[in-house]
């Protein structure tokens, strides 16, 4: 992994919603991030920092918060975006349910579908 050396919790959250913005845009100009194991690994990385942040600040509320926004549930706007990203593409029908789940993380991340949102995912 690389070693960042982030100065305060401003560059994480700066950090996080980069990520987000490349790959929750509707109109992706890297569309390969959407789907990327490296770009989700990194996004992992950095809401896992963002927590330990806030509970090292003993913000204890602030990080319950940022754990229930990482909640990917069936009502998420996410769940449209996911769909239009796969309907037109061969590609998903020939993985296998390891594979979607895979693809489905690496999409979702930082986010954490719930296990209903995969169930339900893994069947288009």
Do not use: Y
Not at 64 to 92: A, T
């Amino acid at each position: 992994m690389v070693n960042l050396k982030i100065k305060n919790a401003s560059e994480l959250m700066a950090i996080h919603k980069l990520i987000c913005a490349v790959k929750r845009s509707e109109n992706p100009d890297l569309p390969e991030a959407l789907f990327s194991p490296l770009i989700a690994s990194f996004a992992d990385e950095v809401a896992k920092k963002i927590l330990e942040t806030r509970l090292q600040e003993n913000d204890i509320e602030g990080a319950e918060r940022w754990k229930h926004c990482l909640i990917v549930d069936r009502d998420s706007e996410l769940i449209d975006l996911f769909k239009s990203n796969v309907k037109n593409g061969s590609w998903w029908e020939n993985l296998d349910s390891q594979g979607k789940r895979d693809h489905i993380w690496a999409f979702f991340s930082p986010g954490r579908p719930t296990d209903e949102v995969i169930e339900m995912l893994t069947l288009l």
